[in-house]
């Protein structure tokens, strides 16, 4: 089982970016996949999840509105659209694999709720 994420980078503020999650070594379609982000001497906050059709969404509330999450199983690929990005959105930002198919409100931001991590991907928002 892998998960890795790619496309972060340096933007300036109100910028955006898309990050992407690509997944291998198990049905990607059989399991949500969640972004969490870490930003020095702060925990793992969750930051969004998708459920393993696609058809539901999480979000912080720190996020919503702002960011969009997204799938395409047929490609192994989860995305998430940061819009509108802020200094505090800076974090190292990671993909993990959801234990089930199908979080809900109370779970999906629990890391211990995930069982594979990829390697993260840095995201600074600075001018």
């Known amino acids: 089982v892998q998960l890795q994420a790619s496309g972060g980078g340096l933007v300036q503020p109100g910028g955006s970016l898309r990050l992407s999650c690509a997944v291998s070594?198990?049905?990607?379609?059989?399991?949500?996949i969640g972004w969490f982000r870490q930003a020095p001497g702060k925990g793992r906050e969750g930051v969004s999840c998708?459920?393993?059709?696609?058809?539901?969404?999480f979000y912080a509330r720190s996020v919503k509105g702002r960011f969009t999450v997204s799938r395409e199983n047929a490609k192994d690929t989860v995305y998430l659209q940061m819009n509108s990005l802020k200094p505090e959105d800076t974090a190292v930002y990671y993909c993990a694999r959801f234990l089930g198919s199908n979080p809900i409100t109370s779970s999906w931001a629990a890391p211990v709720q995930y069982d594979f991590w990829g390697q993260g991907t840095q995201v600074t928002v600075s001018s």
């Open positions: 070594g198990f049905n990607t379609d059989g399991y949500a």
């Open positions: 998708i459920n393993s059709s696609g058809g539901r969404t």
